[in-house]
């Protein structure tokens, strides 16, 4: 059975691109609890508080409660 897991940010969009990390819409996403663009979050804070982050926090989780019988092996 496929496991789904979703993850939302909340932000708004900047009117100029700001800092010099991250990839996509990063230099104009500004987290909401920070007020920092995204570009400008350190790497481990981004992945705390990104949709992409937050998604693969709560498939991990899902994962660990079906055991491990539910991951094919490497």
């Known amino acids: 059975r496929p496991r789904v897991a979703e993850g ?3 932000g708004r969009i900047a009117l100029e691109p700001e800092g010099g990390g991250g990839f996509g819409d990063d230099p104009l ?3 909401a609890a920070t007020g920092e663009v995204a570009a400008c979050l ?3 804070e981004k992945n705390r508080r ?3 982050g937050l998604a693969m ?3 991990r989780a899902a994962l660990d409660r079906a055991g491990p019988g539910a ?3 490497a």
């Open 50 to 52: 990104s949709h992409r």
């Open 29 to 31: 996403f500004i987290d």
């Open 71 to 73: 991951v094919w092996p």
């Open 42 to 44: 350190d790497p481990e």
């Open 57 to 59: 926090a709560r498939l």
């Open 8 to 10: 939302a940010s909340e």
